[in-house]
């Protein structure tokens, strides 16, 4: 439905009468807010809380309906959509989780029909949710976690200032490389499930640099250093 949230409708979230969904994109390309979904995790949350805040990034985790994680950037004023999008998905990449979806999941609507896409909201039924915050690893009641979506929430100039450094030995070895290639290699994100294809986006990158001639035999090298375990 395309019309304003009331506080009525918030209470009735609140109380576990109706459930909110929210598009993140207005219609002049601008959020107030982001989020990555992590919808299958198998991990412990708390340990996901505790690396946002090690890591420094300006992300609050939720428990989600289904058990996974959204990580919520807030905003203290209108962020362009782009911008914001771009960020979540470095930073997902750089927690570990590359091809989740991020909200918003455009950058502008088509039109006037096009309505985007809508995230669930936390604390549905907030005196017994399991859609609750965690910060540091710690459970955050409803208000508790409002002062700190208040506290955490970044203007234009302060996200763009936070980029997530690359090791100079990961820049020494994908010089000019795609940053995302850059960010999972840093990491050795190439675990099982993901070697083929991250394997597959270095070779480009080596074919492009080094030219026919010679990109094979660096792929053996790059492979040993950054996937874990190598290919054979």
């Known amino acids: 439905m395309r019309e304003p ?3 009525d409708l918030w209470k009735g979230h609140l109380a576990g009468k109706l459930g909110i969904g929210i598009v993140p994109i207005r219609d002049d390309a601008t959020v107030r807010f982001g989020a990555i979904d992590i919808d299958e995790y198998k991990g412990d949350l708390k340990e996901l809380s505790k690396a946002l805040v ?3 990034l300006p992300l609050i985790l939720c428990r989600s309906k289904s058990g996974g994680a959204h ?3 807030f905003a203290s004023e209108d962020l362009p959509a782009k911008i914001v999008r771009k960020k979540l998905m470095e930073w997902s990449l750089v927690l570990g989780y590359s091809g989740v979806e991020v909200f918003p999941k455009q950058t502008r609507l088509a039109g006037d029909n096009d309505f985007g896409n809508w995230i669930n909201m936390p604390y549905f039924r907030a005196t017994d949710t399991n859609r609750y915050a965690l910060y540091d690893g710690k459970a955050l009641n409803a208000e508790e976690f409002l002062d700190l979506a ?4 970044v203007d234009l100039e302060s996200l763009e200032e936070r980029v997530i450094p690359i090791s100079k030995d990961v820049q020494d070895y994908l010089v000019e ?3 995302c290639l850059q960010h999972l290699a840093q990491q050795r994100g190439f675990g099982e499930g993901s070697r083929n294809n991250g394997l597959f986006n270095i070779g480009v990158y080596l074919r492009k640099r080094y ?3 010679f990109w094979e035999d660096k792929l053996d090298e790059y492979n040993s250093k950054f996937l874990d375990p ?3």
Do not use: F, N, V
Not at 150 to 153: F, I, P, Q
């Open 150 to 153: 208040d506290l955490m929430a």
């Open 71 to 73: 990580l919520y950037l």
């Open 54 to 56: 090690e890591r420094e």
């Open 5 to 7: 949230i009331t506080l």
């Open 177 to 179: 490389a795609p940053p």
């Open 211 to 213: 030219g026919d001639d």
């Open 230 to 232: 190598p290919l054979g």
